[in-house]
């Protein structure tokens, strides 16, 4: 027992305390989380963007005509049908080293990849959400002379985005955990950390215990966050 | 006095199917400034599509609907700007959920008449006096009752200053208690002479506040007159066995 321990808090020391060894799983928390909400970010835009168009195409028989909202309408699809048929991975790497082959910036290209990725499916959630929001709303607003766009964004993408709230947490919970695969492009996140640390102490079990931890707390701080939104907004129309 | 009213609204020959079903059959409907029109007929008779054609919430398959003499069928009009000018009030109130009242009730004429915050405030507050619900301005509409969202709903509608009122059944869906209170707002519209277009069940309220009542059926208009002529003298089969049912 007594011998478990001494090696226990040899283990520890040398994955983390030793060479201020801790400021790099610091370091990856943070890049971690920068990737991850900014992903997030441009992922929200570019769901809204899609959801808007779909929905545009599909209930306007009139607007169908256009053959602008045409082209953008099969460009979304096409869009949401790639990225939700291949691996995230694939999708990284490829941004990596075909896109973006001549820039090192990892940061700004695995934002770029998880942000596209996050857009097709945060542009299904949304969609959902604008389907559930009642058709007398559109409506209403269009009988006050407002047009499709102006219904949209004052009246029915607010209503929208609330219902999906709790879906939209859950993208960002699968975000953050996915966002670990982008040592594959050696950016240095919070899993890169334990990584570089076991190749340095030959030690497995302390690193990624310890970043399996770290990312769970992480995880339910952002649920916690999350619920709080919630509740705020629906004690807002009580 | 009696000078030549002014047209508002003029439908010809308006058809709307849906798919096989002919829901108009050739509607021909002129609204003056100041009447008061109130619909009546069987259910899935085409009341409702009828009224939603004249703000082209459904799309009319024939025929011309002309607003202040301008066709709004054809293709260059801009119904947008037309429909500022028709306040529609629906069965199920459908007030914006995520908005305030005060907010519903400014959104219209911030956004699109180009009033001021304050001016639109003060505009609706004055109408939200009036249906005395003046102290609702910072609710939601979830804490309202039926009856009071239907108020607000017309007051949301009168904030665009419109030239015409469509109301589609706007009690139906009302707890009976809360009828009267929106049956009043409606009658003390029309004693001011708002133009206004009211398909509803409520007979005595088409007997009382209609200037000329309109019976529809299979999707046409086959009886029109005054109260008097439309209740106490029937002329058509159709309509003496609706009333018969309905009275
Ligand atoms: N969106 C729609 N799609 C298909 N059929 C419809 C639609 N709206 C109305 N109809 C049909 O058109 C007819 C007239 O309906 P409606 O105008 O709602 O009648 P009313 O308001 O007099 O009860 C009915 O046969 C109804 O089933
Ligand atoms: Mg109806």
Same mark, same amino acid.
């Given at each position: ?238 | 006095?009696?000078?030549?009213? +002014? ?54 398959? @024939? ?11 054809? +293709?260059?009009?801009?119904?947008? +700007? ?49 249906? @005395? ?70 007979? @005595? ?6 200037? +000329? ?35």
């Amino acid at each position: 027992m007594k011998e478990f321990f001494a090696e226990f808090s040899k283990d520890f020391t040398q994955s983390f305390i030793e060479a201020d060894r801790w400021k790099l799983y610091l370091k990856g928390i943070g890049v971690t989380l920068e990737v991850t909400v900014l992903a997030l970010l441009i992922g929200l835009v570019i769901g809204l963007f899609i959801s808007v168009v779909r929905c545009l195409h599909d209930q306007n028989p009139s607007a169908r005509r256009n053959p602008l909202l045409r082209i953008l309408n099969g460009f979304c699809h096409i869009y949401t049908t790639v990225i939700r048929g291949t691996p995230m991975m694939v999708q990284l790497l490829i941004m990596y080293f075909v896109i973006f082959a001549s820039s090192r910036n990892q940061i700004m290209v695995a934002v770029l990849a998880f942000g596209i990725n996050s857009g097709a499916y945060i542009s299904e959630i949304v969609r959902g959400g604008i389907m559930s929001v009642d058709r007398g709303q559109m409506e209403a607003g269009r009988s006050i002379g407002l047009n499709y766009l102006q219904t949209m964004r004052y009246i029915i993408i607010p209503q929208a985005l609330k219902s999906v709230l709790p879906s939209l947490g859950n993208e960002l919970i699968t975000l953050l955990k996915e966002t670990s695969i982008v040592t594959v492009i050696g950016l240095r996140d919070l899993t890169k950390a334990a990584m570089l640390i076991q190749g340095k102490t030959y030690q497995a079990f302390m690193p990624f215990i310890g970043i399996a931890l770290i990312y769970l707390l992480l995880v339910l701080g952002l649920s916690f966050i999350m619920n709080r939104i919630e509740r705020r907004l629906r004690v807002d129309e009580r | 006095m009696s000078a030549e009213k +002014r047209v508002v609204i003029r439908t010809e020959g308006l058809e709307k199917a849906f798919r096989r079903i002919k829901a108009l059959k050739g509607v021909d409907l002129t609204i003056k400034d100041g009447d008061v029109v109130v619909i009546i007929g069987p259910s899935g008779s085409g009341k409702s599509t009828f009224l939603r054609c004249l703000n082209r919430l459904e799309e009319p398959t @024939g025929g011309k609907i002309f607003f202040n003499g301008e066709d709004i069928t054809s +293709r260059g009009s801009d119904i947008n +700007r037309h429909r500022q000018k028709m306040g529609m009030v629906f069965q199920h109130f459908n007030l914006f959920n995520n908005m305030t009242i005060m907010d519903n009730l400014i959104l219209g004429p911030t956004k699109l008449l180009g009033l001021s915050k304050a001016e639109a405030t003060e505009r609706a507050q004055k109408l939200l006096d009036r249906v @005395g619900l003046g102290d609702r301005g910072a609710n939601y509409p979830s804490q309202l009752s039926g009856g009071q969202k239907q108020r607000i709903a017309i007051v949301r509608a009168l904030c665009m200053e419109p030239e015409v009122m469509l109301f589609d059944e706007p009690t139906s869906a009302l707890d009976p208690e809360m009828v009267g209170e929106v049956l009043e707002v409606m009658k003390d519209l029309a004693m001011n002479k708002t133009t206004m277009v009211v398909v509803t069940h409520e007979m @005595g309220f088409a007997r009382e506040v209609g200037e +000329r009542v309109i019976f529809m059926d299979d999707g046409q208009i086959m009886e029109e007159g005054t109260p008097q002529e439309i209740f106490d003298n029937p002329q058509c089969e159709r309509l003496k066995s609706f009333l018969a049912k309905v009275l």
